[in-house]
């Protein structure tokens, strides 16, 4: 579940950061969720991916995302081999590239062996210029456009179809370019889960996918549709999900799709379980490992199957948040602050909800340190606020930090997945740089926009120009 408690964590152990045990039993109530290669150097400095975070600002700036290679990398392991443990040869994890689509991202994921998620012709142009094989690229979306499935029949991806327009819209073009376009059907399987509202997908009142109730009526338009090449089904019941049960249930919902689908003479042969594990951002959260959630999915697929007496499909899955959430972090500089006496103390950082807009959209709770002063210990309860002209613009209430200094480099954990995607201009604000570390160097994966690029964009009709001022 999204976490929404604002208690500021124990100060019991007053210490910012404790270095990982290998048991997450061990772990401190005031540990943070950092990436597997957080250290602190000698200078008492956060390190991460072998750089010291205090250079990394002063070589790119602030706000900066900060993307660990070694961490995203980890997580692509971990799917893959869980995969190939409990369904050997069969499984292709495609990264929710809506999670953080980028080029390089998207080129290390690929590189990886995972195929990509797609939901718009930006990020599917994304996901083919960083190198991911059109097979390999599914293409998602309650409202592709024409141009876009235009474009999806060209570079040749499968296309997860949402809908009837969809369906009809796409055999058309299908047809008009005489080409077969491989497509899986999204079907919302009726499964709750506990989530935040905004995220939760899978429940009967959705705007995604058809209604179980029409499946047998879209199979049998498909039986007569030889350019749709119908290759399976998909479900996505919703993000950040500690539960296992909603993953327990759906194969049984979907085997039954496919058993559906052979009395029309179709024989489904992908089966596609959507995304959605939650990751840890706060001492309170407990999610699942990704070896238990991958296990889930396929001993729920292998039973549903066993039992209805079908062949094993082969078995997608799209985690976004679960690769990528991790993996990164958020350096900002401390500016100004304001202590409301016996009521709170605001600390104002030099980005928000423009970088990050999960708190004020989902109420999410995120922790902080101070990057440039680990050794400082936990002094104080501090509202990290954002800079934008908004009162709910706070990026974590009531954080148990050190006493702050203006210029402390206060950094945010667990800020990879839906961060950089769901930034915004808000404010005329540009977007912040994303540099990626590894084993000590830092290479720069997404230029810091500039009010220059911001206005670039802008168009000045003739008769609203400032007039040259007569002299
Ligand atoms: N597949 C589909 C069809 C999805 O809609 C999503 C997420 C995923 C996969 C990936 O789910 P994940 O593994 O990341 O949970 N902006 C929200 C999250 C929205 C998720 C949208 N769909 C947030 O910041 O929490």
């Not at 976490?3 to 997450?24: I, N, V």
């Not at 350019?227 to 249930?249: K, R, W, Y």
């Not at 210990?377 to 501090?382: F, M, N, R």
Request: hydrophobic content about 40%.
């Amino acid at each position: 579940m999204v976490s929404t408690s604002s208690e500021p964590a124990s100060t019991a152990d007053s210490r910012q950061y404790l270095p990982p045990t290998d048991s997450t039993a061990d772990l401190s109530p005031n540990q943070l969720l950092l990436p597997l290669t957080a250290t602190v150097t000698a200078d008492h400095h956060l390190s991460v991916g072998g750089c010291d975070v205090v250079d990394l600002v002063e070589r790119f700036g602030t706000p900066l995302y900060i993307l660990d290679d070694h961490t995203l990398r980890t997580a692509c392991r971990q799917y893959r081999q869980g995969f190939e443990r409990y369904y050997p040869g069969q499984a292709l994890v495609l990264y929710a590239s809506k999670a953080w689509s980028c080029l390089a991202v998207c080129a290390i994921v690929t590189d990886e062996g995972l195929g990509i998620d797609v939901v718009s012709a930006g990020e599917l142009l994304t996901a083919t210029e960083a190198g991911a094989a059109p097979a390999n690229i599914y293409f998602h979306g309650n409202n592709k456009s024409f141009e876009e499935l235009t474009l999806a029949v060209e570079v040749g991806c499968r296309v997860v179809v949402d809908n009837w327009l969809e369906l009809k819209t796409l055999g058309e073009i299908a047809s008009r370019e005489g080409k077969t376009v491989p497509i899986l059907l999204r079907v919302t399987p009726g499964i709750e889960c506990h989530t935040h509202e905004y995220i939760r997908t899978g429940h009967l009142d959705s705007k995604f996918g058809f209604d179980p109730d029409q499946i047998e009526s879209v199979f049998e338009f498909l039986a007569g549709q030889p350019q749709l090449h119908c290759l399976g089904v998909h479900a996505h019941i919703g993000s950040q999900i500690f539960e296992l049960n909603p993953h327990t249930d759906l194969g049984g919902v979907m085997a039954q799709w496919m058993v559906t689908a052979q009395r029309y003479g179709l024989t489904l042969s992908e089966l596609d379980v959507g995304g959605g594990l939650g990751i840890r951002y706060t001492e309170g959260d407990d999610p699942p490992s990704i070896d238990t959630w991958v296990k889930t999915v396929c001993d729920s697929v292998v039973a549903a199957c066993q039992a209805e007496g079908i062949p094993l499909p082969r078995l997608l899955c799209e985690p976004g948040r679960s690769l990528v959430g991790p993996a990164c972090v958020t350096a900002y500089r401390v500016g100004s602050q304001k202590v409301i006496p016996g009521l709170r103390t605001y600390a104002a950082i030099d980005g928000g909800m423009s970088d990050n807009p999960r708190p004020i959209t989902y109420q999410s709770v995120y922790r902080a340190l101070v990057a440039n002063r680990m050794a400082a210990p936990l002094a104080e309860t501090v509202t990290l606020a954002g800079k934008h002209c908004e009162s709910g613009d706070i990026l974590i209430k009531d954080a148990p930090l050190p006493e702050l200094k203006s210029g402390d480099v206060v950094t945010i954990a667990g800020t990879g997945a839906y961060n950089y995607s769901m930034a915004s201009n808000y404010n005329r604000v540009p977007r912040p740089a994303a540099v990626l570390v590894a084993e000590g160097d830092a290479s720069l994966i997404l230029r810091r926009e500039t009010v220059a690029d911001l206005l670039r964009q802008d168009c000045l009709p003739e008769a609203l120009r400032p007039r040259a001022k007569s002299t």
